[in-house]
């Protein structure tokens, strides 16, 4: 019989070796959750155990719920391509691009799909907070990427247990949609004393071509180098691999992303989707002009979410022009193509050492 892995496995295999995304899938299904037991340390960017704690024997439902461990399987989906805008001017103001996130939120809380929305919020200081949105003005205060990670899996519990939901909407990255879809098939699997799969019922995922460390693209690279009050930004917004920093209408920086490449968490140098293939819909503003968003339609669910928030008014959507939908399908394939060579690239380095 395979001997059953742990915390301690996952440290070595995953976090050590640079690969953890930080989705917060590990700490969502602790077994010893309401202990606190398994957290992440935003100041090291890692999941950490309390200190002088061992785990229980026979658990490790953090290594098998760990999409870096073994990736879970994707499965047949729609693919249907729009450029989306929010009918909402007070949406369309506040938010990136098109809107058509907040406003799909919008719209599944008014359809009563979902009761809640685990979105993430600024702190004040640029730094990410996971948070549960109940109605539109909980929606806005969300809105907007943040570019530094936030481990919004830990989200869930927080609905579930604190707010008392039964039935929310996710939003996150790729990697976070892949952490979710292993709590939804391994979870199962495993008899996870956290299994909160049923819960989720809308996952929107969110175009990624990386996140970068806090401290570095924030107070490094954004306060020291640039000399950017970080209490001023109103929005930040990479486009066309250029970052651009706000304060209201007023343009602080323009600056290439190859500028801030040191500062890109290792774990997303391996990252293989940009889109969040394990979502039930997926916007960015990538092929669609400006002021829309594009906006991807995955599942079956996805459609049904989609076509109500059309049918009510939420928003306005057209097929994507094949230029746009080309774009897309060209930067998938880089950022596959891209965190499959630094995995070789990784491993042949690890043989050239043990040589
Ligand atoms: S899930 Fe189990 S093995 Fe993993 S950190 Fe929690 S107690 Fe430890
Ligand atoms: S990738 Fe997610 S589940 Fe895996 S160790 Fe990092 S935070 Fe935990
Ligand atoms: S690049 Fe990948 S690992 Fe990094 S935040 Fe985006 S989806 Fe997650």
Redesign the pocket.
Known sequence: MEEKR??GDLKREVIEKGKCALCGG?VA????LDYG??SVDFSEERPV?KEGQQ??PD?????YQCPRVEKPALREGLEEIYEVASTDEEIRKACQDGGAVTSLLASALADAVVEGCITVADNGEWKPEVRVAMDKAGLIKSAGSKYTPAATLTGIADALLDAGLWSIALVGTPCQMAAYEKMLVVGRDTHNAHNFSSNVRLRIGLFCKGTYSYDKLMKEYLERKRGINIREITKLNISEDVLHVYAGDKELLSAGIDEMEDYKRDGCKVCEDFVGLFSDISVGNVGSPEGKSSVIVHTDFGKEVFESALEWGFIEAKPMDKSGVDLIHKLMKEKKEAGIAEKERRKKKLMEQMK
């Open positions: 742990d915390f590990c299904t602790c077994r010893l037991y398994l155990i785990c229980p658990c490790g439902y953090c290594y």
